[in-house]
């Protein structure tokens, strides 16, 4: 480090993610400990406007890199996703090629301490992130957090719009995005402390109606305005949508985003949130009925709900669809199960107690708070014989768990002295890695 001062890359993707990252610098340059620089890792988003240095990277410049990487790592998300984003179409080798090597030139000439960058996901972005890995970098990814309140009060009370969503909270990870595999949260979680009165806690925000997405970040983001707030008038019939005959229960199955829902069941394919609701209503216990509700951020669901109902109903006219605007805490309220991929809402519905069939493979599904589900076929038999809560044994590692998320890993916006403690462990932790890998 230069001095006392941290030297901080923050990546920069599209043009939203500009002024997440000008304010995200700005607040931890406040702390008089960090020494930030903006690198523009895609042609298409403009020269950041504020007082922060930045440097712009070139998507095809020819060079290539020097240290070896694994390219299909770098680019096969983004390939994946080229049916809906085909900006990078045709281009992702030579993109990754280029950007490594200008990565790798860069912090050779310029020393970085530590890069912050949203996620991971992004192609340009894990391209620069994994050659300053290979370069000795320190690397902390942050993301929409799992609560959007904390049981301890932030330093200021500060938010941050990304997506024209409001966050109070982020995830700062050491290791990498929660979604994308192993992380801090699945290494450091079993050596927390246990803390009391989380249910307490739980029982406040569910009060509150807090959740990850608020209604409010649902209205805007489906709307595509800003400042877009929710009409009372225009929200589903509770009583009529949530209808659970006598002796009944209800499965809540809650879909992810199209390009997150595909996942192999032994030598089945889901391949989006409609495939695995029909997939579930196939499956469905004559004593349960099903309630599907797709993720908040999905316009291809909002669009569609009316033609998926009908498809759904003539399945198993004991499944119903849920509109976008369906206030999730009623949902847990109301329901007996929840099913979901790799959700936030494994850890939402955890507060309830209620048990949930998990189908992915994110940190949260491992630890035992959930079932989870590795063959379709699993599911009749499961609801069948499944209890009316939460086993003791999973609420102790619920408690556990969210014990960790809540006190230590998610850190207020409001906090950049905290953020600061996170951005050191992951030098820290680097440099001993790279003194084991010097030794070695």
Known sequence: MAGDKI???????????????????????????????????????????C??????????????????????????????????????????DAVARSLTAQAEAYFEAHPVDCIVLWSGTRMNLRAVAAAARNCGVAVVTVETPYFQKLPEPPETDYVMDLHRMKNKVLIWDTIQAPQCGPSQLSRDWRTAQTRTGLQAFFDQLHAERVSKYSQEDIKRFLSGKADATVDTSDMPDVELELFKPP???????????????????????????????????????????????????????????????????????????????????????????????????????????????????????????????????EVGPLLETLPAQMTPGQVAIRDHFLSYVLYDYLIPVGSPRKALRRIRQAIEENQAAEKTKQED
């Open 51 to 92: 007082d922060i240095p930045f440097v712009r990277f070139q998507e095809e410049t020819g060079q290539t890199p020097k240290h070896g990487y694994d390219w299909h790592t770098i680019t096969g998300y983004e390939q994946f996703l080229a049916y809906k984003d085909n900006y990078f179409e045709g281009r992702w």
């Open 247 to 377: 002796r009944t229960r209800a499965l809540l199955a809650l879909g992810q985003v199209s390009h997150d829902s595909a996942r192999y069941f032994g030598d089945h394919l889901v391949d989006d949130w409609r495939e695995l609701g029909i997939e579930l209503a196939k499956r469905l216990p004559q004593d349960w009925i099903m309630w599907f509700k797709g993720h908040p951020m999905d316009r291809a669901y909002a669009t569609g709900t009316a033609e998926f109902a009908r498809e759904l109903h003539d399945i198993n006219p004991r499944c119903k669809v849920l509109p976008t605007t369906m206030d999730i805490h009623l949902c847990y309220q109301r329901c007996d199960a929840v099913a979901c991929i790799n959700s936030t809402s494994t850890i939402e519905a955890a507060t309830y107690k209620i048990p949930v069939l998990n189908f992915g493979w994110a940190a949260f599904t491992q630890v035992g708070m959930s079932y989870k589900i590795q063959d379709l076929d």
């Open 7 to 49: 030297r901080l890359g923050l990546l920069v993707d599209e043009k939203w993610y500009t002024e997440f990252f000008v304010k995200l610098g700005t607040l931890l340059r406040g702390t008089g400990e960090v020494k930030p620089t903006l690198f523009m890792c895609r042609e298409s988003a403009p020269d950041p406007e």
